[in-house]
């Protein structure tokens, strides 16, 4: 359980870490002020040289005022890349000059889950926003999640697994893809085991077939996500 603890603890030190980093960089690459008002040409480009640049993010949209989106790089039609209604609706809040982020899961049940920032296009010279920016990233594959990643690799012990879920529940990084977009919550009714964490909880449960499992469940400091 002791070792279960720190696996967990240091998967959970490096997801603010990984997510502050993508706030940071997709305001940065928003900065740029050729993205004000140029043609769709320009912008391609503008973003190609952020997705070079910048390796962190799979894929950059820009969605103009409208909220529909006029470019994007590496793949420059973003009908193509299955924009999620949450994505849509992150676009709407940025456009309104706030900027958001959703977890994106395609519609490949067994696909990488991504996270997707999104925030306004501003130009100091107007009041409203000129577009929207949204950079996605998929999560398990990010350079930065490596040692989040690399901890719960460490909980593969015999039949034992290590996840990730949302503050839905859903279970975004999983060692088994076919469990993602699962729902999976913490037994509130088991005795619970002592624990030296003031947030983790642990406590013993056994699957449909009889076997025993021992269960370490940690929430995220400073973001809504379990370990």
Same mark, same amino acid.
Request: no cysteine; net charge negative; proline share 8%.
């Given at each position: 359980?002791?070792?279960?603890?720190?696996?967990?603890?240091?998967?959970?030190?490096?997801?603010?870490?990984?997510?502050?980093?993508?706030?940071?960089?997709?305001?940065?690459?928003?900065?740029?002020?050729?993205?004000?008002?140029?043609?769709?040409?320009?912008?391609?480009?503008?973003?190609?040289?952020?997705?070079?640049?910048?390796?962190?993010?799979?894929?950059?949209?820009?969605?103009?005022?409208?909220?529909?989106?006029?470019?994007?790089?590496?793949?420059?039609?973003?009908?193509?890349? +299955?924009?999620? $209604? =949450?994505?849509?609706?992150?676009?709407? @809040?940025?456009?309104?000059? &706030?900027?958001? #982020?959703? !977890?994106?899961?395609?519609?490949?049940?067994?696909?990488?889950?991504?996270?997707?920032?999104?925030?306004?296009?501003?130009?100091?010279?107007?009041?409203?926003?000129?577009?929207?920016?949204?950079?996605?990233?998929?999560?398990?594959?990010?350079?930065?999640?490596?040692?989040?990643?690399?901890?719960?690799?460490?909980?593969?012990?015999?039949?034992?697994? +290590?996840?990730? $879920? =949302?503050?839905?529940?859903?279970?975004? @990084?999983?060692?088994?893809? &076919?469990?993602? #977009?699962? !729902?999976?919550?913490?037994?509130?009714?088991?005795?619970?085991?002592?624990?030296?964490?003031?947030?983790?909880?642990?406590?013993?449960?056994?699957?449909?077939?009889?076997?025993?499992?021992?269960?370490?469940?940690?929430?995220?400091?400073?973001?809504?996500?379990?370990?």
């Amino acid at each position: 359980l002791d070792q279960m603890a720190r696996d967990a603890q240091h998967a959970a030190d490096g997801i603010p870490f990984f997510v502050r980093a993508g706030e940071s960089l997709i305001r940065d690459l928003a900065r740029n002020e050729n993205l004000w008002d140029s043609s769709r040409g320009v912008l391609e480009s503008e973003l190609s040289k952020g997705i070079r640049t910048i390796p962190y993010f799979q894929q950059l949209v820009y969605f103009d005022t409208y909220g529909t989106p006029i470019a994007g790089s590496p793949q420059p039609d973003a009908t193509q890349i +299955g924009l999620t $209604t =949450d994505e849509l609706d992150a676009v709407e @809040v940025a456009l309104r000059g &706030a900027p958001h #982020q959703t !977890i994106a899961f395609p519609p490949q049940r067994d696909a990488p889950t991504l996270l997707s920032f999104v925030v306004p296009i501003k130009d100091p010279n107007r009041t409203a926003p000129v577009g929207a920016l949204l950079g996605r990233t998929d999560i398990a594959s990010n350079l930065l999640m490596l040692p989040v990643t690399n901890s719960l690799q460490s909980m593969l012990v015999g039949s034992g697994a +290590g996840f990730i $879920t =949302d503050q839905h529940h859903r279970i975004i @990084v999983h060692s088994d893809p &076919a469990r993602l #977009q699962e !729902i999976w919550e913490p037994s509130s009714s088991l005795p619970q085991m002592p624990v030296t964490s003031q947030l983790g909880k642990a406590y013993r449960d056994r699957t449909k077939d009889g076997a025993q499992w021992l269960v370490y469940y940690l929430p995220v400091s400073g973001h809504p996500w379990n370990v």
